[in-house]
């Protein structure tokens, strides 16, 4: 009996045993202990976690790629519009005028302390060094260093090359005809001769730097580059080369410039006009305010005696006048052959000539080159 019972026993423990273990989770490897069976089953969750994030990421690009194209297409018309950019009046070395449009997003000046960029949104106005050959200032100090060679042949090249550079060596010659070397001040006073009989007194004295003012300064150096990329209203894109401009200025109602009128240079009795770059068109608003003091006869012991503001002098001694007689008072012209006209300390009018104006001061008969200079604010629309 008790051995039928102890074989019963027996039978079911063993079925309890089949049980339980087919209840355990399967494992890939056999012998594996459950610690590595869970660490692989880890590893197998995160493989298909990056699986599902690299999935992911194909989608995202693919979308990205699908709206990339979609905005390609949804930009096309934009692609056509005219670029914006700042609108100039550019004065042309034969003194005519076009309307362009830059299209330079900034520019490069470099200065005596450096490089300067500055962008075209704060561009007001550039006055250009006369350029008419990329290297211009490499060949005139080259022409300069000739004048004095021991060698005759280099001397002539010098003054040969110097003369076809025209405007833009006259500075240059008037410092060359100051040197302590006999033969150089001797052909640089020949060339400066030949030059002023060629050009104007106002061309001659054109700065051999650029002048570039902005919204805050005016910065003097070298632009970089040769020319600049515009738009035209008929022509379209251009490249406009600036060995053909003077001048550039921003067009729009109350354009605003300040000029300083030296009365050493301009109050003379030599007739010599300061060319301001500043195109009046006909029967538009002109408004120009000048200030300043100056002296027409700085001589030891009468210095201070005779000065005059832009309304003149109240004082005889008169050479001649425009509208008055008065000496040391600003007047003005719209065009190199235009009619004088007086300006004084505040001028405002709609004159139905168009052209450049050009400013000077009414010299007096003493024969003496004023000192002092003029400040004058000219608003064209």
């Known amino acids: 009996m008790r051995a039928a019972r102890l074989s019963f026993l027996l039978v079911l423990f063993a079925l309890v045993g089949v049980t339980l273990a087919g209840d355990q989770p399967k494992s890939d490897t056999k012998g594996e202990s459950p610690a590595e069976t869970k660490k692989k089953e880890a590893a197998a969750t995160e493989k298909k976690k990056e699986g599902a994030a690299t999935e992911t990421k194909k989608d995202g690009a693919a979308t990205d790629k699908k709206d990339d194209t979609q905005g390609d297409k949804g930009t096309k018309t934009d692609a056509k519009k005219p ?17 362009v449009t830059l ?54 090249a010098g003054s040969k090359a110097l003369l076809a550079l025209g405007v833009a060596a006259y500075p240059a010659l008037q410092e060359a005809a100051r040197s302590e070397d006999l033969e150089t ?36 150096g070298e632009i970089q580059v040769s020319s600049f990329k515009v738009t035209t209203r008929y022509f379209g894109e251009k ?27 301009y109050g003379t009795s030599a007739a010599v006009w300061m060319e301001t770059n500043v195109v009046v068109r006909a029967r538009a608003r ?50 190199k052959n235009g009619t004088e006209f007086a300006i004084g300390k505040d001028y405002k009018g709609n004159p139905s ?15 003496v080159n004023p000192r002092g200079e003029y400040k004058a604010t000219i608003i064209a629309d």
Do not use: C
Request: glycine fraction near 10%; avoid cysteine.
């Open 83 to 99: 670029a914006k950019g700042a609108m100039f009046e550019a004065l042309m070395e034969d003194k005519s005028t076009v309307q």
């Open 103 to 156: 299209l330079e997003e900034k520019l490069t000046v470099v200065t005596k302390y450096g490089k300067l960029e500055v962008p075209a949104s704060d561009l007001r106005e550039i006055e250009f060094s006369p350029r008419p050959f990329a290297d211009v200032k490499k060949r005139v100090k080259e022409g300069i260093t000739k004048l004095g060679s021991d060698v005759f042949a280099d001397r002539e």
């Open 185 to 220: 001040k001797k052909r640089a006073l020949a060339l400066m001769k030949q030059l002023e009989e060629k050009y104007t007194a106002n061309d001659l004295a054109r700065s051999p730097d650029d002048r570039v003012r902005t919204t805050k300064f005016t910065i003097v």
């Open 239 to 265: 490249s406009l080369k600036l060995s053909h401009v003077r001048s550039m200025r921003t067009l729009g109602p109350g354009r605003t410039m300040t000029v300083a009128v030296d009365s050493s240079r």
């Open 286 to 335: 002109l408004v120009i305010k000048a200030t300043g003091e100056i002296d027409m006869y700085p001589i030891a012991g009468s210095a201070g005696t005779y000065k005059a503001t832009p309304e003149g002098g109240q004082w005889a001694g008169v050479f001649r006048g425009a509208g008055t007689t008065t000496p040391g008072k600003l007047i003005g012209k719209i065009g």
């Open 353 to 367: 000539a168009a052209g450049v104006l050009f400013l000077r001061i009414t010299p007096t008969t003493f024969n």
